[in-house]
């Protein structure tokens, strides 16, 4: 478990969680379903029973270090690393490499988002545990695939092999029973892009495409070496810090070098060019949480499909509304139906939940008031 180090990217800004979600503070510093503890909280909670928490390490913006600082306050303040700009997840990524390399060669990474929906958390944790004992034995980069329960336009696939999925097993995995097959990692044909309806259901008819979590799993060796072969620019940066990290004098390496390195995603630099990425199956209630809509999905709702955040709030004749209002905000809602209804920062946002897609714009108008 030592060896285990956990690293969670907070740095969005959330943008289509607004009006609740602010560039100041971000959906993962917010609780979002409304049970006391926020959407990072909870991911720092959930990581804790697989690496101590001197192992977990947040990649946030500079401006949200008091946030961190506030709502995890368990975490060591170096192991909040702070970027000067955004540069996508690949150098996000890069820069907690190079620094977990120089505490610990041998580590085993986990890196994760900040803001996710994790209902079994019994699952997700063993099925973290199980994918850590095949990356510790295998040189593979291991990424989870959500089994899918429905023709999902809104997140990417990964297509995995299905037919040859025991060319890289490690002895670990050597067992007949129908467990340890289910839970065996399969080879990736490929990465797809958010399909529109027609595509997604063929893959959800296909039985071997999964929707991208985005939570990767790898020795620190291996992502090292990946970063060394595809995105060499990457890792030459970074390396150069190597005699600072973990000193009073990263931070000042940071900030003069971060900003200079290349924009550029995980998936598309690293996974999709690798020959050595692995996917495992998973099923532990997930959502990216992405939208009011999502959210709506997962919360607890009433028989007219209604879910409702404020203690104020009375709903007549309206349906499937999903509903967050300021605690002591007095609110009569009457006749909606497939709505969001969010009012916080001074802002009231009323709009269809099909048309949450626009959010970004409506956002935008208010903002140039």
Known sequence: MNNN?????????????????????????????????????????????????????????????????????????SNILLEPCMRNTAPCIAYAAY??????????????????LITNEAEFIRVIKNGLEFTVNNDT????????????????????DSINNEKLISKNFETDNRQAITDNPLNVIAFKEKPDLVTAKEYLA???????????LWSLKSIVKA???DLPEVAELF???????????EQAFI?????????????????????????????????????WGSLWEKRERCEQGNTVVGEKVHVFESSNCIVNMPK????????????????????????KKEEEQRIKEFRAAVLND
């Not at 390396?239 to 004098?249: C, D, I, L, S």
């Not at 900030?255 to 060019?273: A, H, L, N, Q, R």
């Not at 009569?332 to 920062?345: R, T």
Request: with cysteine; aromatic share 10%.
């Open 227 to 229: 970063f060394e072969k």
């Open 5 to 77: 180090y956990i690293v969670i990217m907070a740095g969005g800004v959330g943008s289509r969680f607004w009006p609740m979600s602010t560039e100041e503070k971000p959906k993962q510093f917010l609780d979002v379903l409304g049970i006391g503890k926020t959407l990072l909280q909870q991911t720092v909670a959930r990581f804790k029973t697989i690496a101590p928490a001197e192992n977990i390490l947040i990649v946030t913006s500079a401006k949200y270090k008091a946030l961190v600082t506030e709502q995890c306050p368990e975490l060591l303040e």
């Open 141 to 160: 980069l291991l990424t989870l695939g959500i089994q899918p329960h429905r023709p999902e336009t809104g997140y990417g696939y990964i297509q995995a």
């Open 239 to 249: 390396q150069k810090g190597a005699a600072v990290y973990n000193t009073n004098k």
């Open 328 to 351: 002591n905000k007095k609110v009569v809602i009457q006749g909606l139906n497939d709505c969001i209804v969010v009012e916080d920062n001074d802002v009231l946002l009323i709009c």
């Open 255 to 291: 900030d003069e070098m971060f900003p200079t390195c290349m924009k550029i995603s995980i998936d598309y630099g690293i996974m999709e060019k690798a020959d050595n990425i692995y996917v495992q199956p998973a099923d532990f209630g997930w959502s990216d949480l992405g939208t």
């Open 206 to 216: 296909a039985g071997n495409y999964y929707w991208n979590s985005g939570i990767f």
């Open 99 to 116: 620094k977990i390399k120089g505490l610990n060669p041998d580590a085993n990474m986990v890196v994760a988002p900040s803001d996710h």
